[in-house]
């Protein structure tokens, strides 16, 4: 079995950024298939475009754009490529950066598919600040990752403790709406009143429901910014913007730049 080391994955890599115990690399992915291989370092894989298929000893992965999964250290899984571009954004964490910032992996062993879009967020942060100030943005990368890990460790928290009925079905019914809703709406489809949806929603999602909200619709925009036949306006309509100007107010809010910015970073 194929053991990879710092820097290398299957592909053609586009940029590699090394900083103080953090590798970053931007690589679009050329093998339809790659045998069962392990990386040496415990790393973050975020595609960008396109699709892969990864499987590992336990679960089998189906990734877009916007998928997120992390893998500990020699943690063996394969991939399979459907036709098509497909590129990834990978962060690779050496013993020694997860010692600096006290972060044990003992609770992340193997791998994450993580559906969370606060996490997502905070990659396409990450992603962003590798493309703005490589060269002296180390120290806002380590923070946002620092940052990451510890919303991985308050949602893996929160995942443990018993869950009303409704939760599950908030995140549904926020990830299929075509356009806003009110609370009151939000509080008849779930079957509960709506100050208990707005004074309990944050215990189990770390966050306000307008947030929530808001980093759902953004990160479905982020995962279509790719798509040079989408243009912003139509971007805006598919992710419940009541236009492009609305939308555009929503991103500069959590990425700091415009679509069109990212987009051409992109």
């Not at 018993?162 to 806003?180: G, N, R, S, T």
């Not at 980093?215 to 139509?234: C, G, M, W």
Request: proline residues 2%.
């Amino acid at each position: 079995m194929n053991n990879l080391k710092t820097g290398q994955f299957y592909g053609t890599t586009n940029e590699t950024i090394r900083l103080n115990g953090l590798t970053l690399t931007d690589t679009e992915y050329t093998h339809e298939k790659v045998d069962w291989h392990y990386h040496e370092n415990a790393y973050f894989t975020f595609i960008l475009e396109g699709r892969v298929i990864e499987g590992n000893k336990k679960e089998t992965y189906h990734c877009s754009a916007g998928s997120l999964l992390f893998h500990n250290w020699q943690e063996s899984h394969y991939n399979i490529k459907p036709n098509g571009f497909t590129r990834g954004f990978h962060i690779e964490l050496e013993q020694d950066w997860l010692c600096k910032y006290e972060i044990s992996n003992a609770g992340i062993q193997g791998s994450i598919n993580f559906a969370d879009p606060l996490i997502k967020m905070l990659m396409y942060n990450l992603f962003r600040e590798s493309k703005l100030d490589q060269h002296n943005g180390a120290l806002t990368i380590d923070m946002l990752l620092v940052e990451l890990f510890s919303l991985m460790n308050n949602i893996q928290l929160t995942s443990d403790r018993k869950k009303p009925i409704w939760v599950e079905k908030v995140k549904e019914l926020l990830y299929e709406a075509h356009e806003d809703l009110n609370l009151i709406d939000m509080a008849k489809a779930l079957n509960i009143h709506p100050v208990h949806l707005s004074r309990d929603f944050a215990k189990y999602f770390n966050c306000k429901l307008g947030d929530y909200r808001r980093a759902v619709k953004i990160e479905k925009a982020l995962s279509l910014l790719p798509r040079t036949d989408l243009s912003l306006t139509e971007i805006a309509l598919q992710c419940g913007f009541a236009d492009q100007s609305h939308f555009i107010r929503s991103f500069k809010s959590l990425q700091h730049i415009s679509p069109l910015q990212y987009r051409r970073l992109l």
